[in-house]
């Protein structure tokens, strides 16, 4: 399998031959599906646009996938204050992988795969009552 490099060389032909091998074997979906969630975590890790002082945040971004069969899994952050960070002003966690990448996942797989986005209004108010849980209030 191709590398992308720091400098993204090959994502274009790394992103085609993936396409095509899931075109030849169905049941290589899933492997697509995970090739697709490490290149997300590591664009992330490498590239989001904050300062993290103790590198938690920065190291806590992952991937996990569904039980098999299921061609599925998430990309996360598992710092809670991530999305707090993601709504700031200039800032991103992950959407900003996520918008790198999909254009050309929706290119390439044509509906076969598909990114689905957090309402990040809603993930902002879970983790404000999982903080206001902790402190009894």
């Known amino acids: 399998m191709l590398r992308v490099t720091g400098e993204l060389e090959g994502l274009d032909e790394a992103l085609r031959y993936t396409a095509a091998f899931v075109r030849l074997n169905e049941v290589n979906l899933r492997d697509a599906v995970e090739y ?14 904050f300062t993290d002082r103790t590198g938690n945040l920065r190291n806590s971004i992952a991937y996990e996938m569904d039980p098999e069969p299921v ?6 952050a598992g710092m809670v204050y991530a999305i707090h960070v993601e709504r700031l ?7 900003g992988a996520l918008d790198f990448y ?3 996942i929706d290119e390439l797989f044509a509906g076969r795969i598909r990114i689905e986005q957090p309402d ?3 993930e902002a108010e879970r983790a404000k009552a999982y903080y206001r849980d902790l402190r009894g209030v």
Do not use: C, H, Q
């Not at 697709?36 to 646009?49: F, G, V």
């Not at 061609?71 to 996360?76: D, N, P």
């Open 36 to 49: 697709i969630l490490r290149e997300l975590r590591d664009y992330a890790r490498l590239n989001a646009p």
């Open 71 to 76: 061609a599925a899994g998430t990309l996360m």
């Open 89 to 95: 002003e200039g800032y991103w966690v992950l959407s």
């Open 102 to 104: 999909a254009p050309k």
């Open 120 to 122: 990040l209004d809603a």
